[in-house]
Structures are given as structure tokens and as C-alpha cells.
């Protein structure tokens, strides 16, 4: 009988929480930029920084001299770093329009339910955020 026949059911550990981890190359400049998405950081020296808004938490990792790779088949894509839910994403995408972040995808309603738009940081990492279609007006 193996450890994982033993063990019984009540006793498997729940996943609770994940937290997206962004390599960069100056942390610094990454914790200003955040500040426009309404991001509140706190700096750990040498190189580490949590950015909070609300219930959403992005930590940063600094490494001087890193360059984030560039993979053709990931950018023709336009492939997500992180997927970030709100409740009012039309209010969130007027706040970051006002603030002067560049949209990289417009407000649009997709196939599986969402309505979504995309940015993205000074350091390639693209960040997607959404709502469920059904609690959104229509968007065309």
C-alpha cells in the first residue's frame, strides 16, 4: 500500500491561495509603474517587493541583469501572465484609461462568459483582467 492509499481522504491538504511571482530586472521602477494599476508595494531589501490591491497580491523578484526571454510563439499570442477577477470590470478598465496605462486589449466580451481587457508592465508581463459576463452591461 503506497503513503497516498494510507492517508485518509479528510486528512489531504487543501490548496488555498497562489501568488504570481514576476522576475525583473529593476524593481524599483516595476513598483512605480504598479502604483498606476492602483497597487500598493512594500520593498524588502536587497530585491523583493509585495504589491497589494485588495485581495490580490503580486510579488516581485529583483535580478539585476534580467531580461525577460523573448519567445515569438508567446508573443504572436499574446499569452497571459496573470488572470486577475474583479466585480466591476468597466469602472476598472475607465480607471486605468483615466491613468494613463496603455490597454493593450479592449474591453470585450469572450466565448467562455468573460468580459476582459489586457495590460501590459514595463517588463512584458501581461496581466488580464475579467468578470463574468452574466454580472457586466453588454459590451460590444
Known amino acids: 500500500m503506497s503513503n497516498e492509499q494510507s492517508v485518509p481522504a479528510n486528512h ?3 490548496l488555498r491561495n497562489s501568488t504570481t511571482v514576476f522576475l525583473v530586472g529593476n524593481i524599483e ?3 512605480e509603474w504598479y502604483k498606476r494599476l492602483g497597487f500598493e508595494s512594500r520593498y524588502f531589501p536587497p530585491g523583493f517587493a509585495i504589491l ?32 486577475i477577477t474583479t466585480d466591476n470590470v468597466e469602472a476598472l478598465f475607465e480607471e486605468y484609461l483615466v491613468s494613463g496605462v496603455e490597454i493593450t486589449r479592449p474591453l470585450c466580451a469572450q466565448d467562455y462568459g ?5 495590460v501590459r508592465d514595463l517588463n ?10 452574466s454580472r457586466t452591461a453588454k459590451v460590444s
Open 114 to 118: 468573460m468580459i476582459e481587457f489586457d
Open 12 to 14: 489531504c491538504a487543501k
Open 29 to 31: 521602477p516595476t513598483m
Open 124 to 133: 512584458g508581463h501581461r496581466l488580464v483582467f475579467a468578470q463574468p459576463a
Open 52 to 83: 497589494r490591491r485588495d485581495a490580490i497580491e503580486i510579488f516581485l523578484q529583483q535580478h539585476p541583469s534580467y531580461v525577460a526571454p523573448d519567445d515569438p510563439g508567446r508573443r504572436e499570442r499574446e499569452a497571459w501572465n496573470v488572470y
